[in-house]
């Protein structure tokens, strides 16, 4: 005898609202991090290294940073997803003020034995874990079905997002011609940089995707 399967789709154009315990703190947690976040910003535009790298690095994280602001009260992510993208912006505004290439990270290439400074990769390997917030829009909005096609699909999305901006190193520093257009490279004079930074940024995804899977719940409420 056949058996009959109900599976319950969100309706198409709708929005599972995420509900999380919250506390004071919990509920304060994106606030929070958004004034920390605004300061790292003020910070890295104290004397920076230069003038021009700083604008061009940082354009990016304010393009985020106020996206995320303006957004809140119409789509709250979790609080992981925001401690993720916050690490994120902080710290592109540390490689915006230093410039990647000459971030302070001797500790760690000393530990390690690296010649060249890997800030730039471990900030790859950072934004590669928004694929945790990418999942959660996709699942809540309804664009998938489950926490494991939307995991799946917050994996291709840093994928692609890797990929365009590598693109778009490239074509700024063909543009630039100088100084500001290989800092903004940042390849330290590895011919293979360009794969090596995909590499990290897929790497950190499904690193996140399995935090993903692991900590996100299916919500129980939704909202039109």
Known sequence: MNKIYIVDFPP?????????KR?????????LLAVA???AIAWSAVEPYNWGVWYVEISSVLLVYFILIFTYWKFRFSNMSYFIVSLWLVMHAVGARYSFELVPFGIVSDLFGFERNHYDRVAHFVVGM??????EFFMRKGFVCGRRF???AGILFIMALA???ELIEWGYAEADGGEVGAAFLGSQGDVWDAQKDMLCDTLGAVFAALIFLANFKIPAERRE
Request: aromatic share 16%; charged share 10%; with cysteine.
């Open 12 to 20: 198409p154009q709708t929005t599972i609202k995420y509900v999380e």
């Open 23 to 31: 506390n004071t703190l919990s509920e304060n947690f994106p606030k």
């Open 37 to 39: 976040v605004g300061c």
């Open 130 to 135: 928004n694929s945790y917030g990418a999942a």
């Open 150 to 152: 939307a995991a799946f």
């Open 163 to 165: 990929n365009a901006w």
